[in-house]
């Protein structure tokens, strides 16, 4: 596995930005993100989600090629990495093998790996009828739809 290592010149994209954007959504949306430049003249951001690809990618993106241009002096492919839940201080980890498998055009995303999120227990303690259950549900002409879902 190699590691996106957050080159200077993607925290030096990331100055020019924050200054056109209000702090919240910078912090919010841009702050914990990673980036390097690769051989082939693409330009890997990593964030934790494939909903985060999706919003940087469709509010910022034109953003993101002004500051490449500006600071780096050229344009580039962006390729979204995935990285899964974690401190954004962290470097995050990229299988490189299944991004280039993936594509990695400038016009999409590229999702690499599922991400492993914990669900918590939910307590029982609740005052819904315990005889109401789908194991004694009738099923008739008025419900059939909601039952199949």
């Known amino acids: 596995m190699d590691v996106i290592s957050n080159s200077q010149q993607w925290i030096d994209c990331q100055k020019y930005i924050a200054r056109r954007l209000k702090q919240q959504t910078?912090?919010?949306?841009?702050?914990?993100?990673?980036?390097?430049?690769?051989?082939n003249g693409s330009f890997k951001i990593?964030?934790?989600?494939?909903?985060?690809?999706?919003?940087?990618?469709?509010?910022?993106?034109?953003?993101?090629?002004e500051a490449l241009g500006e600071?780096?002096?050229?344009?580039f492919d962006i390729?979204?990495?995935?990285?899964?839940?974690?401190?954004p201080e962290e470097q995050?980890?990229?299988?490189?093998?299944?991004?280039m498998m993936a594509g990695g055009n400038s016009s999409g995303a590229v999702a690499v790996g599922p991400a492993q999120i914990a669900v918590p227990a939910v307590p029982q303690?609740?005052?819904?009828?315990?005889?109401?259950?789908?194991?004694?549900?009738?099923?008739?002409?008025?419900?059939?739809?909601?039952?199949?879902?």
Request: hydrophobic share 40%.
């Open 26 to 39: 910078y912090n919010t949306w841009l702050r914990p993100t990673r980036g390097e430049p690769t051989d």
């Open 46 to 65: 990593a964030v934790s989600n494939q909903f985060v690809a999706d919003w940087i990618d469709g509010h910022f993106r034109e953003l993101i090629d």
């Open 71 to 75: 600071v780096l002096g050229r344009r």
């Open 79 to 87: 390729v979204y990495v995935i990285s899964g839940a974690g401190d």
């Open 92 to 99: 995050t980890r990229l299988n490189l093998d299944n991004a």
């Open 125 to 149: 303690n609740h005052n819904l009828n315990a005889r109401y259950t789908f194991e004694t549900l009738v099923v008739g002409d008025f419900n059939q739809f909601a039952c199949a879902a």
